[in-house]
C-alpha cells in the first residue's frame, strides 16, 4: 500500500500538479501585492492636467496660431480678432 502511494506521490511531483498546488496560496499573495503596488504606482502618477488641456486643443488659427478647442471658439476668434482677413473654409459652414 506504501508504494503505491509514493508511487503515485512521485507522479504528481514529478508533472508539476502538486507543486502548483503547494504554492497556490503563495501565488495569490504575490498577485494581490502585485496588484496593490500597481495600484499605488498609478495612483501616485496623479493626472496631468496640463497634457489633457492641450489634447483637449485641437484647432490652430492660421493668422495668430492660438490654439483653440472647438471649431465654434475658433470662428468667434477669428471674427473678433482678424476680421480683415479671410475666412478659413473649414470655418463657413460652422454656427457662431
Known amino acids: 500500500f506504501r508504494y503505491v502511494v509514493l508511487i503515485k506521490l512521485y507522479s504528481l511531483l514529478s508533472s508539476g500538479i502538486a507543486s502548483d498546488m503547494a504554492r497556490g496560496h503563495q501565488k495569490i499573495q504575490s498577485q494581490q501585492k502585485n496588484a496593490k503596488k ?29 490654439q483653440m478647442p472647438d471649431p465654434k471658439t475658433f470662428k468667434q476668434h477669428f471674427e473678433s480678432k482678424h476680421p480683415k482677413s479671410p475666412l478659413p473654409p473649414e470655418l463657413v459652414d460652422v454656427e457662431a
Do not use: P
Open 38 to 66: 500597481q495600484a499605488d504606482i498609478k495612483k501616485s502618477k496623479g493626472h496631468d492636467q496640463k497634457a489633457a488641456a492641450k489634447a483637449a486643443l485641437v484647432y490652430t488659427c492660421t493668422v495668430c496660431r492660438t
